[in-house]
């Protein structure tokens, strides 16, 4: 249960020294530089970092059912997309911040939680308002909605002069495209009115003016992921890449042109808001190269999934019925046929952190 405002002022001293007891109980994958913090992690965007938001709504596309999260601790699915951890869980961990970043939707979230980070992800949804309708998923609107309702919590915690120190040197993580490309473009067939590059052009505004939204609210420290390579998706192998299941050139062809467009529309904010720090984590290459180069991973499988066949399975297609699930994920770049393993996203997010850190500083 969260402190109400009328909450005695001793309370707060107490809440900061265990603000400081959780920060510490991580050791940290990366050294930031001297005199600079990190108080919090807070995550926006769709599946890739839904620790389980999308639990309580009536909608397809959730994962607290087995068999997501059989690796997690206790072999409990929470509502990640994977077999375990999360991006965001690692990028906390990394940071020295906490070793799991909780679902602000979560029921079982305690004030302390919020101190140090939250994810606001919401699994199928975009940067086009479009995308997140279908399937009845937190949209970008309503995430930032929770977001302004987050501040207000922290504030009544900590107070405004603490709260807006926390906002402004956390780092946000941002993760959205994919669906907008994949589903809302060549599934729902938005480009019948847009050629790719036009739609591409909308979806940067899109993401501009959210970034600038959270500016304006105290952000300073922002991760903006590209997509990765579409093409590859196990889903994307089935719908299109023929006989052979190969990847998909127009798909990869398209996530290139929109990071492209992404990148630059990034420079133009840090150009504009130099106070801020809006950096491009590029995913799309890391990703490729291990799918390319498995075996320097450790990995075996890449054109399908561990959960059923791996082909076309994913949210309520990967169940606890779906049959021939794989016995070690460890040798799958991906669990379903559009998320990654634990083991993946582990690998990529060492490789990031150890890019990207010096930026925000």
Known sequence: MFLSSSSSSSTVPLIVSLFINILWSTEALVKLP?????????????????PGNNNNLVTVAKSNYPPYGRDFTGGIPTGR????????????????????????????????DLLTGVSFASGASGYDPLTSKLPSAFSQRDQLEMFKDYIEKLKRLVGEERTSTIISKSIIFVVQGS??????????????????ASYADFLVISASSFLKELYGLGVRRVAVVSVPPLGC???????????????????????????AKLSSGLNSLNTNFPLARFVYVDIYNPLLDIIQNPQKSGFEVVNKGCCGTGMIEVSVLCN???PCTCDDAKKYVFWDSYHLTEKAYKILIHEILLRYVDGFF
């Open 34 to 50: 001297e005199n600079e913090s990190v108080p919090a992690l807070i995550a926006f965007g769709d599946s890739i970092v839904d």
């Open 81 to 112: 997309f994977s077999n375990g951890k999360i991006p965001s869980d690692f990028i906390a961990e990394g940071l020295g911040i906490k070793k799991l970043l909780p679902a602000y939707l979560d029921p079982n979230l305690q004030p302390t």
């Open 179 to 196: 669906n907008d490309i994949t589903n809302t473009y060549y599934v729902l067939r938005r480009g019948q009115n847009h050629d790719f």
């Open 233 to 259: 998706l196990p889903s994307q192998r089935s719908l299109a890449g023929g006989v052979q299941r190969e990847c998909v050139d127009k798909y990869n062809v398209a996530a290139e042109l929109f990071n």
């Open 320 to 322: 606890r019925y779906t």
